[in-house]
Protein backbone atom coordinates (compact mmCIF):
# COMPACT_ATOMS: atom_id res chain seq x y z
CA UNK A 1 0.00 0.00 0.00
CA UNK A 2 1.24 3.59 -0.86
CA UNK A 3 1.99 5.96 1.72
CA UNK A 4 0.40 9.40 1.37
CA UNK A 5 2.68 12.13 1.32
CA UNK A 6 2.83 15.03 3.56
CA UNK A 7 3.52 18.74 2.17
CA UNK A 8 5.29 21.17 3.70
CA UNK A 9 5.63 24.77 3.16
CA UNK A 10 8.54 26.22 5.48
CA UNK A 11 11.96 28.04 5.29
CA UNK A 12 13.00 26.20 7.99
CA UNK A 13 12.30 22.33 8.53
CA UNK A 14 13.54 20.36 11.68
CA UNK A 15 14.31 16.66 11.03
CA UNK A 16 14.38 14.12 13.62
CA UNK A 17 16.19 10.91 13.19
CA UNK A 18 16.70 7.70 12.32
CA UNK A 19 15.61 8.97 8.42
CA UNK A 20 16.84 10.25 5.13
CA UNK A 21 16.29 13.07 2.84
CA UNK A 22 15.97 11.37 -0.54
CA UNK A 23 14.32 12.83 -3.85
CA UNK A 24 11.36 11.15 -4.27
CA UNK A 25 9.78 11.90 -7.85
CA UNK A 26 11.53 15.06 -8.34
CA UNK A 27 10.92 16.70 -5.15
CA UNK A 28 12.73 16.41 -1.92
CA UNK A 29 11.59 14.73 1.18
CA UNK A 30 12.29 13.31 4.53
CA UNK A 31 11.35 9.43 5.18
CA UNK A 32 11.78 7.74 8.63
CA UNK A 33 10.51 3.81 7.15
CA UNK A 34 7.62 3.58 9.84
CA UNK A 35 5.54 7.29 8.66
CA UNK A 36 4.69 8.81 5.76
CA UNK A 37 7.19 10.60 3.63
CA UNK A 38 7.32 14.36 4.22
CA UNK A 39 7.64 16.12 1.00
CA UNK A 40 9.80 19.86 1.64
CA UNK A 41 8.97 22.67 -0.45
CA UNK A 42 12.52 23.64 -2.06
CA UNK A 43 10.79 27.33 -3.16
CA UNK A 44 10.53 28.17 0.99
CA UNK A 45 12.84 25.98 2.31
CA UNK A 46 16.18 27.52 3.20
CA UNK A 47 17.59 25.65 5.86
CA UNK A 48 17.22 22.09 7.75
CA UNK A 49 17.87 21.09 10.93
CA UNK A 50 18.79 17.26 11.11
CA UNK A 51 18.45 15.94 14.93
CA UNK A 52 20.70 12.33 15.48
CA UNK A 53 20.84 10.04 12.12
CA UNK A 54 20.20 11.65 9.06
CA UNK A 55 21.25 10.61 6.01
CA UNK A 56 21.22 12.59 2.85
CA UNK A 57 21.36 10.99 -0.54
CA UNK A 58 23.65 11.87 -3.71
CA UNK A 59 20.70 12.70 -5.80
CA UNK A 60 19.23 14.93 -2.83
CA UNK A 61 22.37 16.98 -1.50
CA UNK A 62 22.52 18.03 -5.45
CA UNK A 63 19.39 18.98 -5.35
CA UNK A 64 20.03 20.93 -1.55
CA UNK A 65 23.16 22.60 -3.31
CA UNK A 66 21.37 23.79 -6.37
CA UNK A 67 18.64 25.65 -4.14
CA UNK A 68 21.72 27.02 -1.95
CA UNK A 69 19.55 25.06 1.18
CA UNK A 70 21.79 25.17 4.41
CA UNK A 71 21.88 21.76 6.06
CA UNK A 72 22.79 21.44 9.78
CA UNK A 73 23.43 18.25 11.90
CA UNK A 74 23.22 17.97 15.56
CA UNK A 75 23.04 15.83 18.05
CA UNK A 76 19.79 13.47 19.03
CA UNK A 77 19.78 15.72 21.77
CA UNK A 78 20.17 18.83 19.74
CA UNK A 79 22.97 20.15 22.69
CA UNK A 80 25.73 20.12 19.95
CA UNK A 81 26.91 20.99 16.56
CA UNK A 82 28.07 18.19 14.52
CA UNK A 83 28.47 20.32 11.15
CA UNK A 84 26.59 21.30 7.98
CA UNK A 85 26.34 21.23 4.33
CA UNK A 86 26.77 24.29 2.91
CA UNK A 87 27.52 26.31 -0.72
CA UNK A 88 30.64 28.33 -1.06
CA UNK A 89 30.52 31.78 -2.60
CA UNK A 90 34.02 33.16 -3.69
CA UNK A 91 32.63 36.15 -4.54
CA UNK A 92 32.68 37.69 -0.77
CA UNK A 93 36.73 37.06 -0.69
CA UNK A 94 36.82 40.77 0.04
CA UNK A 95 34.58 41.06 2.74
CA UNK A 96 37.16 37.66 4.55
CA UNK A 97 40.24 40.19 3.66
CA UNK A 98 39.12 43.03 5.36
CA UNK A 99 37.48 40.91 8.57
CA UNK A 100 41.27 39.26 8.80
CA UNK A 101 42.95 42.45 8.77
CA UNK A 102 40.51 44.24 11.09
CA UNK A 103 40.93 41.06 13.41
CA UNK A 104 44.66 41.39 13.62
CA UNK A 105 44.98 45.16 15.08
CA UNK A 106 44.09 45.06 18.61
CA UNK A 107 42.18 48.33 18.36
CA UNK A 108 39.94 47.52 15.97
CA UNK A 109 39.15 43.90 17.51
CA UNK A 110 38.54 45.42 20.96
CA UNK A 111 35.94 47.88 19.57
CA UNK A 112 34.27 44.81 17.55
CA UNK A 113 34.39 43.03 20.92
CA UNK A 114 32.72 45.87 23.01
CA UNK A 115 30.12 46.18 20.46
CA UNK A 116 29.22 42.86 20.94
CA UNK A 117 29.51 42.29 24.93
CA UNK A 118 27.53 45.88 24.85
CA UNK A 119 24.62 44.68 22.80
CA UNK A 120 24.63 41.26 24.99
CA UNK A 121 24.34 43.53 28.66
CA UNK A 122 21.81 45.32 26.61
CA UNK A 123 19.72 42.42 26.16
CA UNK A 124 19.74 41.68 29.88
CA UNK A 125 19.26 45.42 30.95
CA UNK A 126 15.62 45.18 28.87
CA UNK A 127 14.78 41.83 29.90
CA UNK A 128 14.98 42.81 33.50
CA UNK A 129 12.99 45.90 32.23
CA UNK A 130 10.23 44.12 30.95
CA UNK A 131 10.22 41.50 33.68
CA UNK A 132 9.63 44.37 36.22
CA UNK A 133 7.06 46.07 33.80
CA UNK A 134 5.34 42.51 34.58
CA UNK A 135 5.68 43.00 37.59
CA UNK A 136 8.15 40.90 39.35
CA UNK A 137 9.97 43.27 41.35
CA UNK A 138 13.01 41.58 42.35
CA UNK A 139 13.92 42.48 38.99
CA UNK A 140 14.60 45.58 39.60
CA UNK A 141 16.96 46.09 41.71
CA UNK A 142 19.24 44.65 38.84
CA UNK A 143 18.89 47.78 36.58
CA UNK A 144 20.93 49.48 38.20
CA UNK A 145 23.99 46.91 38.24
CA UNK A 146 23.04 46.32 34.27
CA UNK A 147 23.31 49.77 33.45
CA UNK A 148 26.77 50.54 35.58
CA UNK A 149 28.73 47.84 33.91
CA UNK A 150 27.12 48.94 30.45
CA UNK A 151 28.61 52.46 31.08
CA UNK A 152 31.60 51.31 31.85
CA UNK A 153 32.49 49.56 28.51
CA UNK A 154 33.63 52.47 26.85
CA UNK A 155 36.68 52.91 29.25
CA UNK A 156 37.82 49.22 28.60
CA UNK A 157 41.14 48.81 27.34
CA UNK A 158 42.06 45.46 26.72
CA UNK A 159 39.92 42.47 25.79
CA UNK A 160 40.47 40.43 29.28
CA UNK A 161 39.06 43.33 31.17
CA UNK A 162 35.79 43.21 28.53
CA UNK A 163 35.36 40.07 29.51
CA UNK A 164 35.60 40.45 33.30
CA UNK A 165 32.87 42.83 32.71
CA UNK A 166 30.94 40.59 30.36
CA UNK A 167 31.35 37.73 33.05
CA UNK A 168 29.94 39.44 35.94
CA UNK A 169 27.11 40.69 33.82
CA UNK A 170 26.25 37.68 32.64
CA UNK A 171 26.47 36.54 36.50
CA UNK A 172 24.04 39.05 37.18
CA UNK A 173 21.44 38.03 34.83
CA UNK A 174 21.78 34.19 35.78
CA UNK A 175 21.17 35.06 39.23
CA UNK A 176 18.34 37.17 38.03
CA UNK A 177 16.95 33.80 35.72
CA UNK A 178 16.76 31.56 38.59
CA UNK A 179 14.43 34.26 40.79
CA UNK A 180 11.84 34.26 37.57
CA UNK A 181 11.63 30.40 37.56
CA UNK A 182 8.40 29.38 39.59
CA UNK A 183 8.49 26.06 41.17
CA UNK A 184 8.85 23.03 40.80
CA UNK A 185 11.46 24.71 38.28
CA UNK A 186 14.98 25.72 39.83
CA UNK A 187 18.88 26.80 38.67
CA UNK A 188 21.30 27.10 40.90
CA UNK A 189 23.98 27.96 38.17
CA UNK A 190 25.29 26.92 34.36
CA UNK A 191 26.05 23.84 33.85
CA UNK A 192 26.86 23.14 30.14
CA UNK A 193 29.16 20.03 29.49
CA UNK A 194 26.55 18.13 30.34
CA UNK A 195 23.38 19.59 31.30
CA UNK A 196 22.67 18.36 34.92
CA UNK A 197 19.17 19.37 35.22
CA UNK A 198 15.86 20.10 32.91
CA UNK A 199 16.52 23.93 32.85
CA UNK A 200 20.33 23.79 31.47
CA UNK A 201 19.13 21.27 29.10
CA UNK A 202 16.69 23.35 28.01
CA UNK A 203 19.36 26.31 28.21
CA UNK A 204 21.34 23.77 25.93
CA UNK A 205 18.93 22.98 23.36
CA UNK A 206 18.24 26.69 22.79
CA UNK A 207 21.94 27.97 22.54
CA UNK A 208 22.82 25.70 20.08
CA UNK A 209 19.87 26.13 17.93
CA UNK A 210 20.84 29.62 17.78
CA UNK A 211 24.37 28.76 17.53
CA UNK A 212 23.76 27.15 14.38
CA UNK A 213 21.25 30.20 13.23
CA UNK A 214 24.08 32.40 14.00
CA UNK A 215 27.02 30.26 12.01
CA UNK A 216 24.97 29.89 9.10
CA UNK A 217 24.07 33.66 8.77
CA UNK A 218 27.77 34.46 9.23
CA UNK A 219 28.88 31.94 6.39
CA UNK A 220 26.04 33.40 3.99
CA UNK A 221 27.16 36.86 4.24
CA UNK A 222 30.83 35.78 3.41
CA UNK A 223 32.57 35.99 7.21
CA UNK A 224 35.15 33.68 7.93
CA UNK A 225 33.27 31.96 10.55
CA UNK A 226 36.64 30.62 12.71
CA UNK A 227 38.24 34.03 13.08
CA UNK A 228 36.02 36.38 15.79
CA UNK A 229 36.84 39.67 18.27
CA UNK A 230 35.63 38.79 21.53
CA UNK A 231 36.61 34.53 21.08
CA UNK A 232 39.97 33.92 20.40
CA UNK A 233 40.17 31.85 17.48
CA UNK A 234 40.64 27.87 18.40
CA UNK A 235 41.04 25.12 15.56
CA UNK A 236 37.50 23.76 15.34
CA UNK A 237 35.85 26.65 16.86
CA UNK A 238 33.42 29.38 14.53
CA UNK A 239 34.75 31.85 16.71
CA UNK A 240 33.04 34.74 14.67
CA UNK A 241 29.20 32.89 15.32
CA UNK A 242 30.22 32.32 18.97
CA UNK A 243 30.51 35.95 18.70
CA UNK A 244 27.25 36.07 17.39
CA UNK A 245 25.27 34.27 19.96
CA UNK A 246 26.46 36.47 22.71
CA UNK A 247 23.77 39.47 22.28
CA UNK A 248 20.88 37.01 21.33
CA UNK A 249 21.17 34.47 24.55
CA UNK A 250 18.72 36.57 26.62
CA UNK A 251 16.01 37.10 23.82
CA UNK A 252 16.21 33.79 21.93
CA UNK A 253 16.77 31.23 24.29
CA UNK A 254 16.83 32.34 28.35
CA UNK A 255 13.31 34.24 27.96
CA UNK A 256 12.23 31.49 26.24
CA UNK A 257 13.06 28.69 28.61
CA UNK A 258 11.64 30.91 31.29
CA UNK A 259 8.01 31.67 29.50
CA UNK A 260 8.29 27.38 28.75
CA UNK A 261 8.78 26.28 32.48
CA UNK A 262 7.09 29.12 33.66
CA UNK A 263 3.82 28.51 31.41
CA UNK A 264 3.72 24.53 32.32
CA UNK A 265 4.92 24.05 28.34
CA UNK A 266 7.21 21.53 29.49
CA UNK A 267 7.08 18.92 32.94
CA UNK A 268 9.78 18.01 35.03
CA UNK A 269 8.98 14.16 33.90
CA UNK A 270 9.45 15.21 30.64
CA UNK A 271 13.20 15.12 30.56
CA UNK A 272 15.55 11.50 31.19
CA UNK A 273 19.00 11.37 32.68
CA UNK A 274 21.45 9.93 30.39
CA UNK A 275 25.44 9.48 30.65
CA UNK A 276 25.33 12.40 28.07
CA UNK A 277 23.36 14.26 30.76
CA UNK A 278 20.19 15.24 31.15
CA UNK A 279 18.04 15.38 28.13
CA UNK A 280 14.03 15.61 26.97
CA UNK A 281 12.52 12.40 26.00
CA UNK A 282 12.05 11.34 22.96
CA UNK A 283 8.35 11.85 22.69
CA UNK A 284 8.24 15.61 23.48
CA UNK A 285 11.65 16.58 21.84
CA UNK A 286 10.09 17.62 18.69
CA UNK A 287 7.43 19.61 20.13
CA UNK A 288 9.84 22.06 22.20
CA UNK A 289 12.25 22.46 19.07
CA UNK A 290 8.83 23.99 17.49
CA UNK A 291 8.04 25.80 20.38
CA UNK A 292 11.84 27.39 20.17
CA UNK A 293 11.23 28.24 16.27
CA UNK A 294 8.36 29.89 16.25
CA UNK A 295 9.49 32.20 19.14
CA UNK A 296 12.52 32.44 17.40
CA UNK A 297 10.07 34.20 14.29
CA UNK A 298 7.67 35.47 16.32
CA UNK A 299 10.38 37.99 17.80
CA UNK A 300 11.78 38.49 14.19
CA UNK A 301 15.00 37.81 15.82
CA UNK A 302 16.63 36.45 12.57
CA UNK A 303 16.00 40.54 11.32
CA UNK A 304 17.88 41.21 14.53
CA UNK A 305 20.52 39.05 14.04
CA UNK A 306 21.00 40.35 10.29
CA UNK A 307 21.21 43.82 11.59
CA UNK A 308 23.55 42.77 14.40
CA UNK A 309 26.11 41.61 11.63
CA UNK A 310 25.63 44.53 9.24
CA UNK A 311 26.91 46.60 12.75
CA UNK A 312 30.29 44.45 12.34
CA UNK A 313 30.44 45.08 8.33
CA UNK A 314 29.98 49.09 9.82
CA UNK A 315 32.61 48.35 11.99
CA UNK A 316 34.83 46.92 10.15
CA UNK A 317 34.28 49.12 7.13
CA UNK A 318 35.09 52.22 9.42
CA UNK A 319 38.38 50.78 10.23
CA UNK A 320 39.46 49.57 6.75
CA UNK A 321 41.32 53.10 6.16
CA UNK A 322 43.23 53.22 9.38
CA UNK A 323 44.71 49.82 9.50
CA UNK A 324 48.53 50.13 9.80
CA UNK A 325 48.54 48.26 6.63
CA UNK A 326 46.38 49.39 3.81
CA UNK A 327 44.66 46.91 1.76
CA UNK A 328 46.82 45.93 -1.21
CA UNK A 329 44.10 47.04 -3.38
CA UNK A 330 41.00 49.82 -2.31
CA UNK A 331 37.92 47.13 -4.26
CA UNK A 332 38.79 44.51 -1.10
CA UNK A 333 36.85 47.37 0.79
CA UNK A 334 33.15 46.19 0.43
CA UNK A 335 31.80 49.61 -1.56
CA UNK A 336 30.05 52.25 0.48
CA UNK A 337 26.31 51.43 0.67
CA UNK A 338 26.29 47.81 0.82
CA UNK A 339 24.73 48.41 4.62
CA UNK A 340 22.97 50.81 3.83
CA UNK A 341 20.33 49.36 6.56
CA UNK A 342 22.52 49.31 8.94
CA UNK A 343 21.91 49.62 12.90
CA UNK A 344 23.10 48.85 16.25
CA UNK A 345 22.59 45.30 17.09
CA UNK A 346 19.36 45.34 19.25
CA UNK A 347 17.25 42.48 20.08
Given at each position: ?????????????????????????????????????????????????????????????????????????????????????????????????????????????????????????????????????????????????????????????????????????????????????????????????????????????????????????????????????LHDFRPGRPSFACDLVEPFRVPAVDRWVITLCNQHRVQPHHFQHTPQGVRLIPEIFPRIIGSWDQHYRSANLQRSLEKCIDECVSIMK??????????????????????????????
Amino acid sequence: MTKRITYIQTPTAYVVGPGKLKVINGRLAFTTGNGAPIRLDLDALRSIYCYGPVGVTDEAMQLLLQHRIDVVWLTPAGNHCLGGLMRLDSSTVSLRVLQHRVLAHPPARLELARAIVAAKIDSQLKAARHYQRQGLAIAGKFLDQFQTILQTLPSVHSLDSLRGFEGQASALWYELFAQLLVPPWSFSGRQRRPPTDPVNALLSLGYTMLFCRAQAAAAARGFEVALGALHDFRPGRPSFACDLVEPFRVPAVDRWVITLCNQHRVQPHHFQHTPQGVRLIPEIFPRIIGSWDQHYRSANLQRSLEKCIDECVSIMKAWAPRLPEPLPDPSLVPPAGDDASASPATT
